[in-house]
């Protein structure tokens, strides 16, 4: 009976970049952060909730609604968030877009549910990344005035070359097997595990 009360249910949400779309491993920045993540004691149960092209404002409507019937009766629940730079698209400003990240943030912070939030990447559109770095900035204030961890995708993969070339190849505008690994690596190396509460993986 302890071992299922020490459980810890990470519910991750976001568009598809939380699903493997894209990958040819099957595997997704989820997947390979998963395989690096200690699966003993406490127990880590990964629930993914994706919606295509989510942005911050079908996040807000959406997320408590899909969060609350998977919460883990017989232990912890926490929530990471994978913010996505669809609100460019959608014509969100970014007052707005920080609003609503906020407004999720305070809602799962009054929860108890810890949140960790993982920023959005460049777009495959080099033409809308100025805005997309504004949208980071905006996302990481937000976080930083809560104490929330926030990942920084944006500006380590704005200028790198597997990146940019996987979504130059990509129909899609989706990673492929290197742009999925780098995003794992940004969130095991900004947090994760320290978030969790767990030792690292030798």
């Keep these: ?14 568009d598809q970049l939380v699903t493997a779309s894209g990958d040819p491993k099957g595997m997704g920045w989820i997947g390979r952060v998963q395989a690096r993540t200690p699966q003993v004691d406490p127990t880590i149960e990964l ?10 404002l079908t996040l807000s409507k959406r997320w ?12 912890r629940t926490k929530v990471a968030i994978a913010m996505s730079h669809h609100d460019i698209r959608a014509g969100l400003s970014t007052s707005r877009s920080r609003l609503n990240l906020a407004t999720v943030l305070d809602d799962a912070l009054k929860n108890g549910f810890e949140p960790f939030v993982i920023g959005p990447t460049p777009h495959k559109e080099s033409a809308l990344n100025n805005d ?31 990146w940019n070339t996987e979504l130059q190849n990509s129909p899609s505008g989706l990673p492929g097997q290197v742009g999925y690994g780098l995003i794992a690596w940004l969130v095991l190396n900004r947090g994760w595990v320290e978030w969790l509460g767990v030792q690292e993986a030798e």
């Design 1 to 14: 009976m302890q071992e299922l009360e020490s459980a810890l249910r990470v519910i991750v949400l976001g």
């Design 64 to 75: 408590e609604a899909e969060v609350t019937p998977r919460v883990n009766t017989i232990g």
């Design 47 to 56: 629930i993914t909730l994706a919606n295509p092209d989510d942005n911050s």
């Design 132 to 162: 997309v770095e504004q949208l980071s900035w905006g996302f990481e204030d937000v976080c930083s005035r809560r104490n929330v961890p926030y990942v920084d995708c944006f500006h380590p993969l704005q200028g790198h070359e597997g």
